[in-house]
Each structure stands twice: as structure tokens, then as C-alpha cells.
Antibody
């Protein structure tokens, strides 16, 4: 059973960098046919796609966040990561990592439990 | 435009049938997938592709699509189906990104 688990600080100061890691267990992140995504949900709001990364390192980001987002992958640790720079209170959200499957018409079939990140001084 | 539109809230009587819709230009080119989210929990995939259900999802959940509209139908809604439902699809405007609908809160009366 594939599982995804987010980890990282729950509190980040304004203007600093939010850093999160998603650890994948139960399968290799290097297996083809999947893309590894970050999705967030502001309190009381809907879901927002942040971007995704392939195991090769190819990335695609939401244009609205592109200037502040960097994703990376560490296949040796079966992890992928998110960095969001210059955060403000508007970046306060639950951050989910998720697996997208090309075999499922690009649906996100596995999700982490989510981690709450608060931006506050 | 690059967006998916959902009704904010829908209600259904216990045991009855309800359809939740999602509209957007991208749905003319890509299938929608549908997610159920209960309070405090991560979203769960319930429908993907033309009308496919992942294993473990009850067969009362079904999907369909026509033109720029995708639909999620629950036939014989149960109390445990009360949740937020989100649609998503790839953007067809040339940007390599995913769109999410604003979500529909389903209340089972």
C-alpha cells in the first residue's frame, strides 16, 4: 500500500521560506507513469494545485506561484520536496502531497494526510 | 477561461439521487476527476477518466461528461456521503497546469 507523508515546520515567519518534504513508502518514486504534486488548501477554502515533479526532475508550476516555488526530488530517499519563498499570511494553508497517475487519466490517486503551515511572526 | 465552476452547495434527501456538476472549457479536452473530502481529512479520489471508480469506492458513485460539463452522481445517497466534492482537470489553454473547481458541499438530509 503506497503511502505519502508530509513533513516540515508548522510555523514559518513572513518573508521566509516554507520547506516541506513528502516521503513516499510502499513504492518507488522512480517508477514511471506517476507525477508527484503539491496541493494546498487555505483555511475554509478550496484546493489549489501548486505544481508537480517527475522522478526525472522535470517540473511544472502553477503560474500564479511560479516565481516563488521550487520542487525537487531525491530518488535515493524516495522523497520529493517543496520550497516556497517570501511567504505571507496568504500562504497559510494545509499542504498536501499527492501522486498523479497517467494510467488514471492524470487523477491524483494517493494523498498524504496534509500538514498545516501557518505563516506568522 | 481557465477555471472550473461548481455550485457551492447541494442537498439531497437520504436515499435519493443527487448530481454535482463541474463546468469549464478544459472539460472539452480532458476528463474530470472527482474527490470527496470530509472535515479534517485529505481528499479521496472517487471518479476518474470517463466514468471510472477506484477500488473501494461504492458503485453508487458514477461519473459522466458532456461538452464542457462533468457530472458526479450519487444514486441512493447515504449519510456518510455528506462531504465536500471537488472536480479537477488539466488546463487546456496551453498551460501545463491543473485546475480545481471551487468545491460543492453536499448535505444529506
Amino acid at each position: 500500500q503506497v503511502q505519502l507523508q508530509e513533513s516540515g515546520p508548522g510555523l514559518v515567519k513572513p518573508s521566509q521560506t516554507l520547506s516541506l518534504t513528502c516521503t513516499v513508502s510502499g513504492d518507488s518514486i522512480s517508477r514511471g507513469g506517476y507525477f508527484w504534486s503539491w496541493i494546498r488548501q487555505r483555511p475554509g477554502k478550496g484546493l489549489e494545485w501548486i505544481g508537480y515533479i517527475y522522478f526525472s526532475g522535470t517540473t511544472y508550476y502553477n503560474p500564479s506561484l511560479q516565481s516563488r516555488v521550487t520542487m525537487s526530488v531525491d530518488t535515493s530517499k524516495n522523497q520529493f520536496s517543496l520550497k516556497l519563498t517570501s511567504v505571507t499570511a496568504a500562504d497559510t494553508a494545509v499542504y498536501y502531497c499527492a501522486r498523479g497517475a497517467t494510467s488514471l487519466d492524470d487523477a491524483f490517486d494517493m494523498w498524504g494526510q496534509g500538514t498545516m503551515v501557518t505563516v506568522s511572526s | 477561461s481557465s477555471e472550473l465552476t461548481q455550485d457551492p452547495a447541494v442537498s439531497v434527501a437520504l436515499g435519493q439521487t443527487v448530481t454535482i456538476t463541474c463546468q469549464g472549457d478544459s472539460l472539452r479536452s480532458y476528463y474530470a476527476s472527482w474527490y470527496q473530502q470530509k472535515p479534517g481529512q485529505a481528499p479521496v479520489l472517487v471518479i476518474y477518466g470517463k466514468k471510472n471508480r477506484p477500488s473501494g469506492i461504492p458503485d453508487r458513485f458514477s461519473g459522466s461528461s458532456s461538452g464542457n460539463t462533468a457530472s458526479l452522481t450519487i444514486t441512493g445517497a447515504q449519510a456518510e456521503d455528506e462531504a465536500d466534492y471537488y472536480c479537477t482537470s488539466r488546463d487546456s489553454s496551453g498551460n501545463l497546469l491543473w485546475l480545481f473547481g471551487g468545491g460543492t458541499k453536499l448535505t444529506v438530509l
